[in-house]
């Protein structure tokens, strides 16, 4: 006789999909959307639904606000995929959008993962959603600034979800194993310090959180009439977190840009998790060390100059041995230019000749210090007067090199951070000298 189990009768869908949310009030998190008299919330309450994007990581609740809308408009309402669906399938729904509207009825056009589509998918969409054929909802994990084409996002209201807060996840846990669709009718001994473990562990993701309780609880201890789960159980099942990065999105961008704002800030510790949060999730670490080169004259500059140096190393050495073992090397840059001295003033002066450069009339190069590498030139007068500095005493000439409408500009100006306290004082004197040895009236 064959022995029959505790999840023998339970439904074969993943316990994620069983426990989705059917109305706003079983939805968890969002608050700033759904909260009572917020936005979001009054739309979908009031069938008052315009074109909109959800945007916002996995696992926090896109997809299901689509289904509670469908459960509440009186509006027609088409679930499409980005995944599966292109141009013949997008033209097929419009013209019943378009058929739906000349009998007065509205057509909702739910599309997930709307990242997905290229240019000429989306622009499908435009015209229909211009002249009002179809109320157009997109779910997208990527920034909709850089994955949906301007035209349409100008006519869709962009709502931001949020990852789940830790206590918003265990309390979903938590009626997991008491709701029917859940483990309701299975006694499971989990403690609730686990359930946070569990929270924690989801980063966020509402599916994750669900599916590894679901689990924890197969691979529980059954005996007596209940599942057990163990710290051993929890710990096997939660081995390693799965980092939200996507290489060519805009959490990429984030956290190149927190690394950077840490070490400007000089905050090692801040530096190095953020440089360990890109380069566990896989970024290319050759990337992150032309970042930190960057960083070494953007924001050290001539107050370490030996920053740039070891920044340069660290590139070479992420070049020769590759990750993990060149992770240590670009460790090594991060805190040290996280403690270096800070000056930007290499990044500012060249920013304000680019703009003389690009703003100002372009005036010919001073005669002076032309080349004449030909008669035709020397006839000319290139080079005439020029004064070679080492034939001088003091390696100084008061020869004018910038243009006659730019002699007086300063575009680099030393800070007192570091030796660029000496690069200052060096730069006053060479400045004092050609004051006092000024022979233009």
Same mark, same amino acid.
């Given at each position: 006789?064959e022995?029959s ?21 079983e939805?968890?998190g969002?608050?700033?959307?759904l909260?009572?008299?917020k936005?979001l ?11 909109m994007?959800?945007?916002?990581p996995?696992? !926090?609740?896109k997809t #299901?606000?689509?289904?509670i809308?469908?459960g509440? #408009?009186?509006?027609?309402f088409?679930d499409?995929s980005?995944?599966?669906? +292109?141009?013949?399938? %997008?033209r097929?729904v419009?013209? *019943? ?6 009998? +007065? ?6 599309v ?8 000429a998918?989306?622009d499908a969409?435009l015209p229909?959603?211009? *002249?009002?054929? %179809?109320?157009?909802i997109?779910?997208? #994990?990527?920034?909709?600034?850089f994955?949906?084409? @301007? ?8 709502f931001?979800?949020?990852?789940? *807060?830790?206590?918003e996840?265990?309390e979903l846990?938590?009626?997991?194993l008491?709701?029917p669709? @859940?483990? +309701?009718?299975?006694?499971v001994d989990?403690s609730?310090e ?5 929270a924690?562990?989801a980063n ?26 163990t710290?051993g159980?929890l710990?096997?099942?939660?081995s390693k ?5 996507d290489k060519n999105?805009?959490?990429h961008y984030?956290?190149?840009s ?8 000089s905050?090692p510790?801040a530096?190095? =998790?953020?440089l360990?949060r890109?380069?566990?999730? +896989?970024? /290319? ?9 960057r960083?070494a004259?953007e924001?050290?500059g001539l107050a ?9 190393a660290? =590139?070479?050495a992420?070049?020769f041995i @590759?990750?993990?073992e060149c992770?240590v090397h670009?460790?090594q840059?991060v805190?040290?230019l996280?403690?270096a001295? *800070?000056?930007n003033?290499?990044?500012a002066? &060249?920013?304000l ?8 009339i372009?005036?010919?190069?001073p005669?002076v210090?032309?080349?004449a590498p030909?008669?035709?030139m020397k006839?000319l007068e290139y080079?005439k @007067? &020029?004064? =070679? ?8 000439t008061?020869?004018q090199?910038?243009p006659d409408s ?5 575009y ?8 660029? !306290? ?9 400045? /004092?000298?050609?004051r ?6």
């Amino acid at each position: 006789m064959e022995q029959s189990t505790f999840f023998e009768q339970k439904d074969s869908q993943p316990l994620a999909a069983r426990l989705r949310p059917r109305t706003l009030d079983e939805f968890v998190g969002q608050t700033h959307l759904l909260g009572e008299g917020k936005v979001l919330r009054r739309l979908i309450e009031g069938d008052s639904i315009s074109s909109m994007i959800f945007w916002g990581p996995p696992g !926090v609740g896109k997809t #299901t606000l689509a289904r509670i809308i469908a459960g509440r #408009t009186k509006a027609a309402f088409i679930d499409f995929s980005a995944v599966t669906s +292109g141009i013949k399938e %997008i033209r097929a729904v419009m013209q *019943k959008a378009e058929s739906n509207r000349l009998y +007065g009825e509205k057509t909702i056009v739910f599309v997930d993962e709307i990242h997905r589509f290229n240019k000429a998918q989306q622009d499908a969409f435009l015209p229909f959603v211009e *002249k009002g054929s %179809i109320i157009l909802i997109g779910a997208t #994990t990527e920034n909709p600034s850089f994955e949906v084409n @301007g035209a349409l996002l100008s006519r869709c209201k962009v709502f931001v979800l949020q990852p789940l *807060k830790t206590q918003e996840l265990a309390e979903l846990l938590s009626r997991a194993l008491t709701d029917p669709r @859940g483990f +309701g009718d299975i006694k499971v001994d989990i403690s609730r310090e686990m359930l946070e473990q569990i929270a924690v562990f989801a980063n966020g993701d509402a599916r994750a959180a669900l599916s590894t309780l679901e689990m924890v609880v197969l691979n529980g201890e059954a005996e007596e009439g209940k599942i057990t789960v163990t710290a051993g159980t929890l710990e096997q099942c939660t081995s390693k977190k799965s980092l939200l990065y996507d290489k060519n999105g805009e959490e990429h961008y984030n956290l190149i840009s927190a690394l950077h704002k840490s070490m400007r800030n000089s905050d090692p510790d801040a530096a190095l =998790y953020w440089l360990a949060r890109m380069l566990e999730a +896989g970024e /290319d670490p050759l990337y992150v060390a032309r970042r930190v080169t960057r960083f070494a004259s953007e924001d050290v500059g001539l107050a370490d100059p030996k920053a740039l140096e070891l920044a340069v190393a660290a =590139y070479q050495a992420c070049h020769f041995i @590759g990750m993990p073992e060149c992770t240590v090397h670009l460790a090594q840059a991060v805190v040290y230019l996280s403690l270096a001295p *800070k000056s930007n003033a290499l990044y500012a002066g &060249y920013n304000l000749a680019r703009k003389d450069a690009l703003e100002q009339i372009a005036e010919p190069v001073p005669l002076v210090i032309r080349n004449a590498p030909t008669n035709l030139m020397k006839e000319l007068e290139y080079g005439k @007067g &020029y004064q =070679y500095a080492h034939d001088f005493k003091d390696k100084l000439t008061n020869m004018q090199c910038l243009p006659d409408s730019l002699v007086d500009r300063e575009y680099y100006r030393p800070t007192d951070q570091g030796l660029e !306290v000496k690069f200052k004082a060096r730069l006053e004197q060479i400045k /004092d000298w050609k004051r006092e040895h000024n022979t233009n009236p």
